[in-house]
């Protein structure tokens, strides 16, 4: 980036010279000298120390031996030197600091002579050895002629001084007192006094000049960086409930890309993800910028300043010391610090988290157990795992959403009663809320909490059995995944134990996609049974099935329609354009994003049950969960983490080995019932459905 110059600062315009007066013009009387004037002379940022005192030797001498401009030479080679020579006009707002001295010295010289036409008496030839000096540069003063904009426009001129010093101070006020939670915005969060503001500025009003350019450059970079974090910890609050981690989360970021290129289309994507880089690369530099206006705003007015910042730093201690607050938090603010701090730890602690995890998962009950005593009492079944997304406690607890879902789950669990299943639901408690599904079946799958990418990166990489791949391992089941939201490459697919995993590729889809979700649940199971479950003469399976429907943004929603018709998918695109919400007006209204919500999990929960209640058997054994709660547009401040799980099955068998868990009748868990830790449902399953009791299981 290059750099950008600084507009003039706010203050009086002064005149530029006039250097292209007439020769024979008398030069004007100098005006005594302003207090604004005065102001005006403050030394630059940048001027040297001899400058400041007394205006040096080289000043001095330029007063009393002024440079003429090259014009003039020849003139006074023709004519005898004078015996006074004329002082030349005093130099206004030269920007060195010493108008006020070449003033005085102008009132005492005497009045100039004019200068002597050159062509008309030509005298003697100069001496050839006195060759003339090189065009003196020219100041400030000069390049701002009266042709300039400024000059012609002084008001205007000061306006614009004005309006970019202002800028510059809401920038840097609000890098300091902007929350990192974007549920937190409103506007009596930026009328608190910020702490780090008032010390930064009493440094760069003390520092020399060298040590401030520095100190500009340091603060602006500094403060780029705390307002990237933040809008980083913006997006993480609104979609995982939780800050961004500055050592294990910038994958996700390209997980936020994906998201906007299915939901928005490519084209979209790329722009806003070229937008934003840009915007992360310019906010460091405008930062900078405006760190320096302040400063050398502070430096020409150091009365002022100090002053101001004596006012402020007093009003700071008082309202600390009377906890004054405006919305809810404190006046006096140290918020910026305080998030540096928090930042610093939670790297150390994210540089830590790969040892830790490494000795948490070195510890396995089941590691070593004989294949052929895995999973013993569930041998013959069809096992169905299923993750319905973004399922989530608040659907049921919620009173808006809780009482139409609740009636759903009622009618569903009598269906199945009526197709001779029973059925028992509990709560899990998730490592992720709002996003990250795969960290919710990683760690329902391998007993191990997987709070975030680079666990699963580990987990991926390690020998640790998760419960697909011990259903493998036996040799009893074939294995399957069906996971409609993989449109790429998934090598992890073979870790966790899977025979053949269908794709959104594999599974024939062809109709619309609906936002995210690349298919209707209704499909996705009816391409399940077609392509698995319903063969003949097929071994026992386990399926692990991923629902789709419910995913953000929850617009359009497919609807339920006659297994008939469904076919190919071919009739959702009739269906989407005649049924179909936009999600862009959905969106809108909070209000109507919880409803489309619910919804979404009434016709996932739907989509299932009447596909088991159809196709299911005496043998067949489902297990049902929730992968995390959605994000906080549905869920509001401060959710829990807590999913429902069920497991419903035909055999009593089954939920007698579970009797004991405490879990509730029906697929609805009740407020009383206890809540695991999704980590532990794995020893749990496999020392109910196995021969013997492991040891070393930690209670959930």
Same mark, same amino acid.
């Given at each position: 980036?290059?750099h950008?110059?600084?507009?003039?600062?706010?203050?009086?315009?002064?005149?530029?010279?006039?250097?292209?007066?007439?020769?024979?013009?008398?030069?004007?009387?100098?005006?005594?000298?302003?207090?604004?004037?005065?102001?005006?002379?403050?030394?630059?940022?940048?001027?040297? %120390?001899?400058?400041?005192?007394?205006?040096?030797?080289?000043?001095?001498?330029?007063? %009393?031996?002024?440079?003429?401009?090259?014009?003039?030479?020849?003139?006074?080679?023709?004519?005898?030197?004078?015996?006074?020579?004329?002082?030349?006009?005093?130099?206004?707002?030269?920007?060195?600091?010493?108008?006020?001295?070449?003033?005085?010295?102008?009132?005492?010289?005497?009045?100039?002579?004019?200068?002597?036409?050159?062509s008309?008496?030509?005298?003697?030839?100069?001496?050839?050895?006195?060759?003339?000096?090189?065009?003196?540069?020219?100041?400030?003063?000069?390049?701002?002629?009266?042709?300039?904009?400024?000059?012609?426009?002084?008001?205007?001129?000061?306006?614009?001084a004005?309006?970019?010093t202002?800028?510059?101070?809401?920038?840097?006020?609000?890098?300091?007192?902007?929350?990192?939670?974007?549920?937190?915005? !409103?506007?009596g969060?930026?009328?608190?006094?910020?702490? %780090?503001?008032?010390?930064?500025?009493?440094?760069?009003?003390?520092?020399?000049?060298?040590?401030?350019?520095?100190?500009?450059?340091?603060?602006?970079?500094?403060?780029?960086?705390?307002?990237?974090?933040?809008?980083? !910890?913006?997006?993480?609050?609104?979609?995982?409930?939780?800050?961004?981690?500055?050592?294990?989360?910038?994958?996700?970021?390209?997980?936020?890309?994906?998201?906007?290129?299915?939901?928005?289309?490519?084209?979209?994507?790329?722009?806003?993800?070229?937008?934003?880089?840009?915007?992360?690369?310019?906010?460091?530099?405008?930062?900078?910028?405006?760190? $320096?206006?302040?400063?050398?705003?502070?430096?020409?007015?150091?009365?002022?300043?100090?002053?101001?910042?004596?006012?402020?730093?007093?009003?700071?201690?008082?309202?600390?010391?009377?906890?004054?607050?405006?919305s809810?938090?404190?006046?006096?603010?140290?918020?910026?610090?305080?998030?540096?701090?928090?930042?610093?730890?939670?790297?150390?602690?994210?540089?830590?988290?790969?040892?830790?995890?490494?000795?948490?998962?070195?510890?396995?009950?089941?590691?070593?157990?004989?294949?052929?005593?895995l999973?013993?009492?569930?041998?013959?079944?069809?096992?169905?795992?299923?993750?319905?997304?973004?399922?989530?406690?608040?659907?049921?607890?919620?009173?808006?959403?809780?009482e139409? $879902?609740?009636?759903? $789950?009622?009618?569903?669990?009598?269906?199945?009663?009526?197709?001779?299943?029973a059925?028992?639901?509990?709560?899990?408690?998730?490592?992720?809320?709002?996003?990250?599904?795969?960290?919710?079946?990683?760690?329902?799958?391998?007993? $191990?909490?997987?709070?975030?990418?680079?666990? =699963?990166?580990?987990?991926?990489?390690?020998?640790?059995?998760?419960?697909?791949?011990?259903?493998?391992?036996?040799?009893?089941?074939?294995?399957?995944?069906?996971?409609?939201?993989?449109?790429?490459?998934?090598?992890?697919?073979?870790?966790?134990?899977?025979?053949?995993?269908?794709d959104?590729?594999?599974?024939?889809?062809?109709?619309?996609?609906?936002?995210?979700?690349?298919?209707?649940?209704? =499909?996705?199971?009816?391409a399940?049974?077609?392509? %698995?479950?319903?063969?003949?003469?097929?071994?026992?399976?386990?399926?692990?099935?991923?629902?789709?429907?419910?995913?953000?943004?929850w617009?359009?929603?497919?609807?339920?329609?006659?297994?008939?018709?469904?076919?190919?998918?071919?009739? =959702?695109?009739?269906?989407?354009?005649?049924?179909?919400?936009?999600?862009?007006?959905?969106?809108k209204?909070?209000?109507?994003?919880?409803?489309?919500?619910?919804?979404?999990?009434?016709?996932?929960?739907?989509?299932?049950?009447?596909?088991?209640?159809?196709?299911?058997?005496?043998?067949?054994?489902?297990?049902?969960?929730? !992968?995390?709660?959605?994000?906080?547009?549905?869920?509001?401040?401060?959710?829990?983490?807590?999913?429902?799980?069920?497991?419903?099955?035909?055999?009593?068998?089954?939920?007698?080995?579970?009797?004991?868990?405490?879990?509730?009748?029906?697929?609805?868990?009740?407020?009383t019932?206890?809540?695991?830790?999704?980590?532990?449902?794995?020893?749990?399953?496999?020392?109910?459905?196995?021969?013997?009791?492991?040891?070393?299981?930690?209670?959930?």
């Amino acid at each position: 980036m290059s750099h950008i110059r600084s507009p003039q600062l706010p203050g009086p315009t002064p005149a530029p010279d006039d250097d292209k007066a007439p020769e024979d013009a008398a030069p004007p009387k100098p005006e005594a000298v302003t207090e604004t004037e005065a102001t005006a002379a403050e030394p630059e940022e940048g001027q040297s %120390e001899e400058a400041q005192s007394e205006g040096g030797p080289g000043l001095k001498a330029e007063a %009393e031996n002024p440079e003429k401009p090259q014009s003039d030479l020849k003139a006074d080679a023709d004519e005898p030197e004078p015996s006074a020579a004329p002082e030349p006009e005093p130099e206004h707002g030269n920007g060195n600091g010493n108008g006020n001295e070449t003033e005085l010295k102008a009132k005492s010289a005497p009045e100039p002579e004019p200068t002597p036409d050159v062509s008309a008496e030509p005298g003697p030839a100069p001496d050839a050895s006195a060759e003339p000096g090189p065009e003196p540069d020219p100041g400030p003063e000069r390049i701002a002629s009266p042709s300039g904009w400024r000059a012609r426009h002084p008001r205007a001129a000061r306006a614009v001084a004005w309006a970019v010093t202002g800028l510059a101070i809401v920038l840097v006020l609000f890098a300091l007192v902007v929350p990192n939670d974007i549920t937190e915005i !409103d506007f009596g969060r930026f009328l608190r006094i910020p702490a %780090e503001g008032i010390l930064v500025a009493g440094l760069l009003l003390v520092l020399p000049t060298m040590a401030r350019r520095v100190a500009v450059v340091v603060v602006g970079a500094v403060l780029g960086l705390l307002t990237i974090v933040k809008a980083l !910890d913006m997006g993480s609050y609104w979609t995982l409930d939780r800050p961004f981690d500055l050592v294990l989360d910038w994958i996700l970021l390209d997980d936020a890309q994906s998201f906007m290129k299915d939901s928005l289309g490519g084209a979209v994507a790329q722009a806003a993800t070229v937008g934003l880089i840009a915007l992360a690369l310019a906010l460091p530099v405008l930062m900078t910028l405006a760190v $320096l206006r302040i400063s050398r705003l502070m430096v020409r007015n150091r009365h002022t300043a100090s002053r101001t910042l004596l006012v402020l730093g007093t009003a700071w201690i008082t309202c600390s010391t009377l906890t004054l607050e405006i919305s809810d938090v404190p006046v006096a603010s140290h918020s910026a610090a305080t998030l540096v701090e928090n930042r610093i730890e939670s790297v150390g602690d994210g540089l830590k988290d790969g040892e830790a995890f490494r000795k948490q998962a070195a510890v396995d009950a089941f590691a070593d157990v004989p294949p052929d005593q895995l999973l013993t009492g569930l041998r013959g079944k069809d096992v169905l795992i299923t993750f319905i997304e973004s399922y989530g406690r608040s659907a049921i607890d919620d009173p808006r959403m809780g009482e139409p $879902l609740g009636e759903t $789950l009622a009618r569903k669990t009598q269906e199945l009663k009526d197709a001779g299943y029973a059925s028992r639901s509990g709560w899990l408690r998730s490592p992720i809320t709002g996003a990250g599904s795969w960290l919710g079946h990683s760690t329902f799958l391998s007993g $191990l909490w997987i709070k975030n990418q680079s666990r =699963y990166s580990q987990l991926v990489a390690s020998d640790r059995l998760t419960l697909t791949e011990a259903f493998r391992r036996t040799g009893a089941w074939r294995t399957v995944g069906i996971v409609p939201g993989t449109q790429m490459a998934w090598p992890e697919g073979k870790y966790f134990g899977l025979d053949h995993i269908y794709d959104s590729d594999q599974l024939g889809y062809k109709g619309p996609k609906f936002s995210w979700s690349t298919m209707p649940d209704q =499909y996705t199971l009816k391409a399940f049974e077609e392509l %698995e479950h319903g063969k003949e003469d097929r071994e026992p399976m386990m399926a692990e099935i991923i629902l789709t429907s419910s995913h953000n943004p929850w617009a359009p929603i497919p609807s339920t329609i006659p297994e008939d018709q469904v076919g190919d998918g071919s009739v =959702y695109h009739s269906l989407q354009k005649a049924e179909g919400k936009d999600p862009t007006e959905v969106w809108k209204d909070p209000l109507a994003v919880r409803d489309e919500y619910r919804k979404s999990i009434q016709y996932s929960v739907t989509s299932l049950v009447d596909h088991v209640a159809k196709y299911g058997s005496k043998d067949t054994v489902l297990i049902f969960l929730g !992968d995390h709660q959605p994000n906080k547009t549905v869920t509001g401040d401060n959710p829990s983490h807590d999913v429902p799980v069920s497991i419903v099955a035909q055999d009593p068998e089954v939920l007698e080995k579970i009797s004991d868990w405490g879990w509730t009748d029906g697929l609805q868990p009740a407020d009383t019932t206890p809540v695991w830790r999704m980590d532990k449902f794995r020893d749990r399953f496999m020392t109910a459905f196995g021969p013997q009791q492991p040891g070393g299981i930690p209670s959930p």
